[in-house]
């Protein structure tokens, strides 16, 4: 079964000049342990998609399911990243990759030993009662990826989730959170400016056209190495296939 089913998403706001459709029949879905990247240009509705996805907003057409269950609201299946990593200033690392399990009134036992579990596994439990301004971005950037897994989503949106870093942190975190899903089996869709990134890190690629979005192709990634990393991609022969591929594509909205 899918773990993720978007069925004829259709989404219209009104503006002061009237009424504006952002996203056009969209339709896809996804297996377990999945990776997409969406890219389109800049305002077509990538944000206003993963917001409809996360149950953030009701579409004005359509349906999502996850598990094969419809979203009507904020779904606990999915967890959300965005661009800031958002942590809590006053509270140690530990306690901050416990904060969505306190929320979401979840910290059995076992829960909490998951969480732990993440911490070591990805090398962050020596750093467990430090304070986020005593950490790298890049780490930061970790930490807010590992409080998301606490909460065990099936589904997991990043919205230009590295985008605040700087380049080579960003390279390094990008191959990290790409490690750490993969091995969590973690079904995730990743909305992204940055074409490299997207190539790099995706299994498929959604292409979303100018305003109102809708899907010009989903692009299949195969760089035929079971053991790929986003930077191994990168020196791929078929890195810049891709890359001309999309640009073109993308060139078409201009």
């Known amino acids: 079964m899918d773990v993720l089913r978007v069925q004829d998403i259709e989404e219209k706001y009104q503006a002061q000049n009237g009424e504006i459709k952002a996203l056009e029949n969209i339709s896809f879905s996804m297996k377990k342990g999945e990776f997409m990247s969406i890219v389109g240009p800049s305002g077509c509705g990538k944000s206003t998609l993963l917001s409809i996805i996360a149950g953030l907003l009701k579409p004005t057409a359509g349906e999502v399911f996850v598990n094969g269950e419809k979203v009507t609201g904020v779904s606990t299946h999915i967890g959300y990243m965005l661009q800031k990593d958002n942590l809590l200033d006053w509270r140690t690392i530990y306690n901050n990759v416990m904060f969505g399990l306190e929320i979401r009134h979840r910290m059995t036992p076992e829960n909490v030993q998951r969480a732990i579990h993440l911490l070591k596994t990805y090398g962050l439990y020596e750093f467990k009662d430090k304070y986020p301004s005593q950490l790298s971005g890049g780490m930061r950037q970790r930490v807010a990826l590992i409080r998301t897994l606490a909460i065990n989503p099936d589904i997991l949106l990043l919205d230009e989730a590295f985008s605040a870093l700087d380049y080579q942190t960003r390279l390094n975190v990008t191959n990290d959170v790409y490690r750490i899903l993969k091995q969590e089996q973690v079904t995730t869709i990743m909305v992204t400016h940055d074409i490299p990134e997207s190539i790099s890190m995706g299994d498929r690629i959604m292409v979303l056209s100018a305003r109102p979005a809708t899907i010009k192709e989903i692009l299949e990634i195969d760089f ?13 022969p078929k890195f810049g296939k891709y890359f001309d591929h999309i640009w073109k594509e993308l060139g078409m909205n201009e």
């Open 224 to 236: 035929e190495d079971k053991d790929r990393t986003p930077l191994s991609c990168r020196n791929s």
